[in-house]
């Protein structure tokens, strides 16, 4: 059998088929829901695995791809071809995503358990699931932005419905509204991309792209004077900002807290939002070829140290999260920006692990913490603290996690943050245009570890701030649905797992052969035109036939293709880099201490400097302001005042009222001519119908056969005359 | 010679049975030879080498719609049910008057004296060439007809699947039992 | 003997045709009526299969006969269900009694 069937296809189908099942039985047993989805997922990810190990370690070579397709839809007529395709692309990133995806998916399922076991609706949640996680496969394994963006749009409503998932909320309902409508802004723009992708190069093919772009066939220029191929990096990449909540919309991900936690952590934080990283990751010969990359640069160190800024005064614990997830899916772009393609995929892979985590651990702490008074949940970190006693599997959980994202060393934000870090200062000594996205980039990494432990100090750390709170809230035991898949989770943000060095940047070597073995590095390649110049699709349903072009297996090659001047330059600078960064770590890490634990000065100190700042930090820089009091309720509606204004005030005015009193005169002229002659001729037309009329009624008698016999005789009368009136 | 026999027979019935449909005084005996019409038309099928539409013929008619008709003849009181005219004849609702039977008589001969008309122009001028061809050729045509209701057809094959979705749940719609104070 | 050809089939199908149109107007019962259009439907489909042997030589007719099955089935349904509310409503199934749109 082929392998797409027998190994790949289970990976999509298992989601899927749990979500059509457990649609039909959710109303009927919302527990037979629950146990067929997370059933689903786990094989799946079984699946996901298996090809995991034939992808990464051994059975194929490293630029080894399936590319199957079958054909959609083909409605080509005979002047002109329009035929889509449907398939599947899967190389090593596959693999990887797919694994995180199915992996995080099926711990987080998992966790869901324990969390969402007193809901009522606890079923319709899994099933939401189910189709997120089968959409979210479905994307990572399209082999074309056309059915990439469908994928892509099933999830954009899986997040609108598990935003909106508590139905009695009444701000779950607004939030919702707000993520769908903002990711659209940024999904029609993606699909101009598609549209003129399609029309220049008359396939959306990855492969195809990537053919286009080497052979320099992708030259086609816009109206407004714009290269093509900038105008469609340009509009796809929209679809990434939309989609991962960069600048200037990212407005939506933190409303996007309204749902429950497990999908806070699937959709807003581990996997959806990367989704559109990965696309960017999948396009980036045609942003590179576009000239974006300044752009994508600076979009990403915008968005990483705007929503850094931002987290550092949030008091909800899951704001706190979701900024910094806004943050470092920036660091992700930006990575992308200075050309740190594979340091970005990792960074994908462990903020996945290490937020999904973290965020599991803000639902394990915010199920805990139950407010008698108010039946509700707590989520103000202003009402914690103290807990690592209460809590303390969670509490290592989560420093873990903490050390992880602040880039501590031997953790896996670490490895990844510091490679595109190193990047973009290899950019910056190269051109001074990366300057500022260099400072940019370690200012957000210094926040970042400032306002994380922050969020630890606040919440474990201290006395408890709400005494009442702190006394309802139970011991915690190790529960399999509960600790387990943090657990597992926390294990993974060990850097170890991404690098052969225990740091990074090869400092302290595990494997000291070939320069420890990189297996991220060596693996997972910027994809090239040129390794698709034989390419041949084939369709389902035939043997594997391994392209004909030569296989390699990975092997590290310690100057990446430079020169030997130019590798060591490049290599003096990671270094320095990766100073810089345990530094800045260390230091966001002492000031949080000195500020929030040893309360050596009180953070009002900070407020007080800049308090219009701190005010601009708390309404989130103005920008729901702007988008939603400026523009469309001054904007949208001013234009739609004036052009109200115009159609009430100078149409009806004067080109109505004008047009009436034309037509009074015209009026009077004509009753006249009316009264005398028109009306003759009107009764005697009245006259004539009237006498018509009564022998036609006679047809009109309602009863069906005759109407039957009246078409028998007309159509046999018709053909009769045909045949003998020699026509 | 076998054919010949069975085209016969199957002519007789189905020549019969049609003119039993319109002749026959209960509603219920009508729908009868209606089925053995049907019958016969399914053995003309057999002649002319379509078993699988003789089959879905005995299936679908005689099997569904027949029976279909029967039901809805008892539901609707059918037979049972006599009205008496104007002039104090109790007349048999199923059938019609010497009057309609003959303007439908009329309409009927109208049409098939054209019709024949017709067809006997497109018998002389049919070619001959496909019917040697075919003559005594008995061969199995289900897996081709499969095979061209998923390929050439394909696209009328899944709108008559609709079709019959949208019929069954009109139908089950119109046909819902009334309830009370809903008129 | 006479040979069994296209004719022959054809005028079966002519007669089954004629019939049909007998039957849907001299009849005054709807399910009655509903019988006649079935006959005039086979008529159709008879007249398909014969041309399919002894003029055009491949099973396209095969084909249409099958769909035209499927259609008077599906027209079967529903115009025995229309019935069937006429009934409901009216507790009669007399064509003349369906007179709404007289004049």
């Known amino acids: ?727 | 010679m076998f054919g010949t026999i069975l085209f016969i027979c199957s002519a007789i019935f189905t020549i019969c049975g049609a003119v039993m449909v319109a002749v026959s005084k209960n509603v219920i005996h009508a729908s009868i030879y209606l089925l053995i019409s049907l019958i016969g038309v399914a053995g003309l099928y057999l002649t002319l080498g379509a078993d699988f539409v003789a089959v879905t013929q005995l299936v679908v008619y005689v099997g569904g719609v027949v029976i279909l008709m029967l039901f809805a003849i008892m539901l609707t009181g059918g037979a049972d049910l006599k009205v008496v005219s104007r002039y104090g004849f109790t007349k048999d609702p199923g059938m019609g008057s010497l009057k309609t039977y003959v303007i439908g008589g009329l309409t009927s001969l109208f049409m098939a004296i054209v019709t024949g008309k017709l067809i006997y122009n497109a018998v002389i001028n049919t070619t001959t060439e496909n019917q040697l061809n075919m003559e005594n050729s008995v061969e199995q045509t289900v897996s081709k007809i499969g095979t061209l209701l998923v390929t050439k057809h394909v696209l009328a094959f899944e709108i008559s699947s609709i079709l019959l979705l949208g019929a069954l749940v009109g139908a089950a719609i119109i046909a819902r039992p009334v309830k009370l104070g809903d008129e | 003997m006479f040979e069994i050809g296209l004719f022959s089939y054809l005028v079966i199908g002519l007669i089954l045709f004629a019939t049909g149109i007998l039957v849907m107007i001299a009849r005054k019962n709807i399910i009655a009526i509903l019988l006649g259009i079935e006959l005039i439907l086979n008529a159709a489909a008879l007249n398909f299969v014969a041309y399919s042997k002894y003029s055009v030589g491949n099973l396209d007719g095969h084909v249409f006969s099958l769909f035209i099955i499927v259609v008077a089935a599906a027209e079967a349904a529903v115009g025995l269900a229309i019935v069937i509310r006429f009934f409901q409503i009216k507790e009669t199934a007399h064509i003349d009694d369906a007179v709404l749109l007289k004049n």
């Open chain 1, 1 to 727: 059998m082929d392998y797409t069937i027998t190994s790949i296809a289970p990976i999509i189908l298992l989601p899927f088929f749990a979500f059509v099942i457990g649609a039909f039985v959710v109303s009927k047993s919302q527990k037979l829901a629950v146990g067929i989805s997370t059933a689903a997922i786990i094989g799946s990810f079984l699946f996901s695995l298996r090809v995991f190990f034939d992808f990464v370690f051994g059975k194929y070579a490293t630029n080894y791809y399936i590319h199957k397709y079958f054909t959609w839809f083909d409605i080509s007529s005979e002047t002109q071809e329009f035929v889509v395709n449907m398939g599947i692309y899967f190389d090593n990133m596959s693999a990887v995503m797919m694994l995180m995806v199915t992996g995080v998916g099926s711990l987080i399922h998992v966790f869901s358990i324990f969390y969402m076991k007193e809901d009522k609706r606890v079923g319709h949640f899994f099933v939401y699931m189910s189709l997120f996680i089968s959409a979210m496969i479905g994307l990572v394994l399209s082999d074309n932005l056309f059915s990439l963006f469908v994928f892509w749009e099933i999830m954009g409503f899986c997040s609108y419905s598990l935003i909106g998932f508590y139905v009695k909320a009444e701000g779950a309902g607004v939030a919702s509204l707000k993520a769908f409508m903002t990711t659209r802004m940024g999904d029609v723009f993606f699909l101009l991309g598609i549209l003129s992708i399609w029309t220049t190069i008359g396939s959306v093919t990855y492969v195809d792209i990537y053919k286009a772009i080497h052979l320099g066939e992708f030259n086609g220029i816009t109206a407004l004077g714009m290269p093509l191929v900038t105008f469609a990096g340009l509009a796809i990449f929209m679809g990434t900002v939309g989609k991962s909540a960069q600048f200037p919309l990212q407005v939506w991900l933190p409303d996007a807290m309204w749902g429950p936690t497990p999908c806070s952590a699937l959709i807003h934080a581990a996997t959806m939002v990367s989704a559109g990283v990965y696309l960017s990751l999948r396009i980036y010969p045609l942003l590179d070829a576009g000239g974006l990359t300044t752009i994508v640069a600076y979009v990403g160190a915008i968005t990483a140290f705007g929503a850094a800024t931002m987290a550092l005064v949030q008091t909800d614990i899951k704001a706190v999260m979701a900024y910094s997830t806004i943050s470092q899916l920036g660091y992700m772009v930006l990575g992308i920006g200075v050309g740190a393609w594979n340091a970005a995929f990792m960074h994908l892979i462990a903020h996945a692990i290490f937020k999904a985590a973290l965020f599991l651990s803000c639902g394990s702490i915010i199920h805990e913490l139950h407010d008698h008074h108010t039946h509700s949940h707590v989520q103000e970190m202003t009402r914690m603290g103290g807990l690592r006693k209460k809590m303390p599997i969670t509490f290592m959980v989560m420093l873990f996690c903490t050390f992880a994202i602040s880039g501590v060393p031997f953790f896996s934000g670490f490895v990844s943050k510091d490679r595109i870090l190193g990047d973009a200062l290899l950019r910056a000594t190269e051109s001074g245009t990366f300057i500022p996205v260099a400072i940019l980039g370690f200012s957000a990494a210094f926040l970042t570890a400032f306002y994380m432990f922050r969020m630890m100090f606040l919440t474990f750390f201290g006395e408890p701030k709400d005494k009442d709170l702190y006394h309802h809230t139970h011991q915690e035991h190790l529960s399999i649905t509960r600790n387990v898949p943090l657990i597992i989770l926390a294990t993974f943000t060990l850097g170890i797992f991404f690098s052969g060095s225990l740091t990074g940047q090869g400092f302290v070597k595990v494997f000291p052969k070939d320069h420890g073995y990189e297996w991220f590095q060596t693996l997972i390649e910027k994809p090239d035109g040129k390794n698709y110049l034989e390419h041949k699709k084939q369709l389902f349903a035939f043997e594997d036939v391994k392209p004909e072009l030569e296989l390699r297996h990975g092997h590290y090659d310690p100057n990446h293709g430079m020169d030997e001047h130019q590798a060591h330059h490049s290599h003096a600078v990671h270094g320095w880099g990766a100073i810089m960064s345990i530094i800045i770590a260390f230091s966001g890490i002492f000031l949080s201490y000195s500020v929030y634990y040893k309360k050596r000065f009180s953070p009002d100190f900070f407020v007080n400097r800049v308090p219009g700042y701190y005010k601009a930090l708390r309404n989130k820089y103005y920008f729901d302001y702007f988008y939603i009091d400026i523009l469309i309720q001054k904007v949208l509606f001013g234009l739609n005042n004036l052009i109200a204004f115009f159609d009430m005030g100078i149409y009806d005015r004067y080109v109505v009222d004008g047009w009436e009193k034309v037509n009074k005169v015209c009026f009077k002229i004509a009753k006249r001519f009316d009264d005398s002659v028109i009306d003759l001729g009107v009764d005697f037309t009245g006259f004539t119908v009237k006498g018509g009329s009564s022998l036609l009624k006679v047809v009109q008698s309602g009863k069906v056969q005759l109407y039957f016999i009246i078409a028998i005789v007309v159509v046999a009368g018709y053909i009769a005359t045909l045949l003998y009136g020699g026509i």
